[in-house]
């Protein structure tokens, strides 16, 4: 597997972008956009028997979050899926923003962060193999 992979998502808008690097079997993946691109939140996520089906594999995370900062559901939810989908430990950071982000926009930039992590996850099951 590569060392990093980048990927990015755009709306004409808004861009959001990311990276995701191996350090041995676990994965950091960081993720910016906007006019100030910074770390807001940061989760971290094992892999775990789900609670419901012990047969299937879920994660569970913590989160660190900056005071004033709102990135924390973002990276709680990738780090989760990440962790399950790709049954390691994942640590997943974001820091995205614009001034002046009416409700509208803030929804589609929620939209274009959960398009991305679903391909970044396609890509990275693709070069695991999984």
Do not use: F
Not at 4 to 16: A, K, M, P, S, W
Not at 91 to 113: M, P, Q, R, S, Y
Request: with cysteine.
């Amino acid at each position: 597997m590569p060392e990093r992979i980048y990927i990015r998502t755009e709306n004409g808008l808004y861009r959001i972008e990311a990276e995701a690097v191996r350090i041995g079997t676990d994965l950091l993946v960081y993720i910016w956009g906007g006019d100030r691109p910074h770390i807001g939140s940061v989760a971290a996520a094992q892999p775990r028997p789900s609670l419901e089906a012990p047969s299937r594999v879920s994660a569970t995370a913590s989160v660190l979050t900056y005071p004033g900062h709102k990135e924390d559901v973002l990276v709680k939810d990738a780090a989760e899926l990440l962790a399950a989908e790709l049954k390691t430990s994942v640590v997943v950071t974001a820091g995205i923003h614009w001034e002046n982000l009416d409700e509208a926009g803030i929804k589609e930039i929620v939209t274009l962060c959960q398009e991305l992590i679903h391909e970044l996850l396609k890509k990275l099951k693709s070069l695991k193999g999984a």
